[in-house]
C-alpha cells in the first residue's frame, strides 16, 4: 500500500471518529450521558474561600449546575465539529503509518496537537452568548456568588472543559473503530487497519 493511501486512511479514521463522536455529544443529554465526556463542575466553582462553596454544599444545586454546564456544552460542540472537519481535511501527516501502527487513540492525539486551542477559542463566545440568553437561575447564582467573575469567564472555564471531553469523546471513538474495523464497511480502512496491526 502506498504512503498516500496510508494518508487516506488516516483522513477516513478521523472523520468517523469525529462524526460518531459529535453526533454523540451533540444529541439531548449527549455529554452527560458520556462515559468519557461528562463535564465536571470547572475549576472556577471551585475557588476556595469562595461564597459559590458554600452555595455548592447543596448535593441538589451542585448537580443542577453541572448538568445545566453539560447542556450548555452541547451547543459547543456545535460550532467545535466543522473545524475539526475543517482540520482533517487540510491536515498534513508527515508518518501515516507510525499513528496507524500507534496506541488505540494515536490519531485523535496527532489531531489534537495539531489544533492546539482552536476548538477552545471557537467555543467561547458561543457558550457565552448560550449562557446569556438561557438565564439560568442555578447558573446565574453560582457566577454571581464568585467576586469578580462573569459569564465571559465561565464560558471559558466551560470551554477549556468541553475541549478536553471532545477529544476524549473522538479518541472513545477511534479506540472503537480500531478495536472493530469491520463495523465501518470502508475496505481501505479496515485493510490499513489490520495490514499494520493496528492494536
Do not use: C
Not at 22 to 34: E, H, I, M, V
Not at 43 to 58: A, E, H, W
Not at 77 to 91: D, E, K, Q
Not at 154 to 180: S, T
Amino acid at each position: 500500500m502506498r504512503r498516500v493511501e496510508y494518508t487516506d486512511q488516516i483522513e477516513d479514521l478521523l472523520v468517523l471518529s469525529s462524526r460518531r463522536a459529535f453526533a454523540r455529544l451533540t444529541q439531548p443529554g449527549g455529554f452527560w450521558d458520556s462515559s468519557v465526556a461528562r463535564i465536571n463542575l470547572p475549576v472556577l466553582f471551585g475557588r476556595p474561600g469562595s461564597v459559590t462553596q458554600k452555595v455548592l454544599n447543596s448535593p441538589y444545586f451542585k448537580d443542577k449546575l453541572q448538568q445545566e454546564l453539560n447542556r450548555i456544552a452541547e451547543d459547543g460542540a456545535r460550532v467545535a465539529a466543522p473545524v475539526v472537519y475543517n482540520a482533517i481535511r487540510t491536515l498534513s501527516v508527515p508518518d501515516a503509518l507510525a499513528l496507524l501502527r500507534g496506541g488505540s487513540t494515536a490519531a485523535t492525539t496527532f489531531l489534537r496537537q495539531s489544533m492546539g486551542s482552536a476548538l477552545v477559542n471557537v467555543m467561547i463566545p458561543e457558550l457565552e452568548q448560550v449562557m446569556r440568553v438561557a438565564e439560568d437561575p442555578i447558573l446565574n447564582t453560582a457566577v454571581n456568588a464568585l467576586a469578580g467573575v462573569d459569564l465571559a469567564d465561565a464560558a471559558h472555564a466551560l470551554a477549556l472543559e468541553a475541549d478536553n471531553a471532545i477529544w476524549y469523546e473522538i479518541g472513545a471513538q477511534e479506540a472503537e473503530i480500531r478495536d472493530n474495523p469491520e463495523a465501518t464497511h470502508n475496505p481501505g480502512l479496515i485493510a490499513a487497519l489490520r495490514r499494520t496491526g493496528s492494536p
